[in-house]
């Protein structure tokens, strides 16, 4: 069955790094985009970025303005989430989810678990 | 694309039926989705392409639309389907949007 094992988060003090991963089995890892969104305490669902299949187009939502890095792994079937500079704002629940059709601007069908990035001095 | 989810609080009793309404800012053609989120836990997939159901959804949740105007039907309330429900489409380009939610309340 298909599995999003999440890995990485906790608490970082503003303006630090923060590495967030996702174990992906189950499905052909390496054909899929994989895709990450975000979701603040008491709040909606935000998408942070995709990353295609093979990892040649990335794309992001507007707020991360090159903060954040997408990048996979096809070797290990894993994703990974890089964040840099980070902002109070950026405190939120961080999921990994499997694009249903593949594609990078698809409908999600597998999500992780989600693992909780908390920003703070 | 924006998406507007209402109603916001949706109110009522098992077995009844529940009506949840996705209306996008522009022609999204079919491809719509449905998730359902409860709390501490992550988005499932319940519909999507706007009337498929995913793997494993009861026949209860059904969904409709096309265009901008999009419909969750749930036909007879359990008590698990106490929940929040988002709609997304699958847009032509980045970012891709959720709508607010609808917030199905016993």
């Known amino acids: 069955q298909v599995q999003l094992v999440q890995s990485g988060g906790g608490v970082v003090q503003p303006g630090r790094s923060l590495r967030l991963s996702c174990a992906a089995s189950?499905?052909?890892?390496?054909?899929?985009?994989m895709h990450w969104v975000r979701q603040a305490p008491g709040k909606g669902l935000e998408w942070v970025g995709v990353i295609s299949y093979d990892g040649s187009s990335k794309y992001y939502g507007d707020f991360v303005r090159g903060r954040f890095t997408v990048s996979r792994d096809n070797s290990k079937n894993t994703l990974d989430l890089q964040m840099n500079s980070l902002r109070a704002e950026d405190t939120a629940v961080y999921f990994c989810?499997?694009?249903?059709?593949?594609?990078?601007?698809?409908?999600?069908?597998?999500w992780g678990q989600g693992t909780l990035v908390t920003v703070s001095s | 694309i924006v998406l507007t989810q209402s109603p916001a609080t949706l109110s009522l009793s098992p077995g009844e039926r529940a009506t949840l309404s996705c209306r996008a800012s522009q022609s999204v053609d079919k491809y719509l989705a449905w998730y359902q989120q409860k709390p501490g836990q992550a988005p499932r997939l319940l519909i999507y392409?706007?009337?498929n159901r995913a793997t494993g959804i009861p026949a209860r949740f059904s969904g409709s639309g096309s265009g901008t105007d999009f419909t969750l039907t749930i036909s007879s309330l359990e008590p698990e389907d106490f929940a929040v429900y988002y709609c997304?489409?699958?847009?032509?380009?980045?970012?891709?949007?959720f709508g607010q939610g609808t917030r199905l309340d016993i």
């Open positions: 997304q489409p699958r847009n032509n380009w980045p970012p891709i949007t």
């Open positions: 392409d706007a009337s």
């Open positions: 189950g499905f052909t890892f390496s054909s899929y985009a």
């Open positions: 989810a499997k694009a249903l059709g593949g594609g990078i601007l698809d409908q999600f069908d597998y």
